[in-house]
């Protein structure tokens, strides 16, 4: 298995190689970067990971950073770490979705257990984002009645309500919901709920329907 991959861009030599030397006997691969300039010329890989940021550097800022991280959808949790911490950057980098702000000096329990969090957020993430693929290419092979009933059921509209709002009858919307529960995988009605609120919370937009039938 893949070691995480923890990206640390901060300016300070001594400081990356101190947490080289910190993180690595835990198991995790260490990639560090002078500038935040750096960093984006060598975008991270495809694997788990989460960066150690500085908020203060020549060149780009953290928050800069971390704004172009999300600008090109790089979701990479961030642990920023700085010896120049405000309430205001704080408060800033938290709301664009940091895990932590932490302050220099930092106990090495206290940084190891935010990459900890920063690395299981990285999994949630990558699950919801495998979940969202999934949800997707289900829809994907939908045809436009079967979306109209999908929409109705999952909102809680009953089966004669449904047909008589697309003009069919009570048994063709009870064949349409059979085959959305087989095409989208799922078993149960709260399944398919489920399903349908993947979609919406992560702001998926949904691709188009098959064809109308």
């Known amino acids: 298995m893949t070691a995480p991959v923890v990206y640390v861009v901060d300016d300070d030599e001594p400081f990356r190689t101190a947490i080289v030397r910190l993180l690595r006997p835990k198991g995790y691969e260490v990639r560090t970067y002078a500038s935040a300039g750096d960093f984006l010329m060598t975008p991270p890989s495809s694997g788990a990971g989460c960066l150690i940021l500085d908020l203060q550097m020549p060149g780009p800022s953290g928050l800069a950073l971390q704004e172009s991280l999300e600008r090109y959808e790089v979701m990479l949790p961030i642990v920023f770490l700085t010896a120049h911490a405000d309430v205001a950057s704080s408060v800033r980098a938290m709301k664009a979705g940091a895990v932590d702000f932490l302050t220099k000096p930092v106990e090495p329990e206290v940084l190891l257990q935010a990459v900890a969090t920063a690395l299981a957020r990285d999994d949630e993430l990558r699950a919801s984002r495998a979940g969202l693929a999934v949800a997707r290419s289900r829809w994907a092979t939908l045809t436009k009645r079967e979306r109209d009933v999908f929409d109705r059921v999952v909102s809680g509209t009953l089966n004669k309500v449904i047909a008589g709002e697309l003009g069919i009858t009570e048994r063709t919307v009870k064949a349409h919901r059979h085959e959305v529960m087989a095409k ?7 399944e398919l709920v489920e399903m349908a609120h993947l979609l919406r919370a ?4 949904l691709p188009p329907s098959g064809p109308t039938s």
Not at 184 to 190: E, I, K, T, W, Y
């Open 184 to 190: 989208m995988g799922v078993r149960s009605l709260p």
């Open 202 to 205: 992560l702001g998926a937009a």
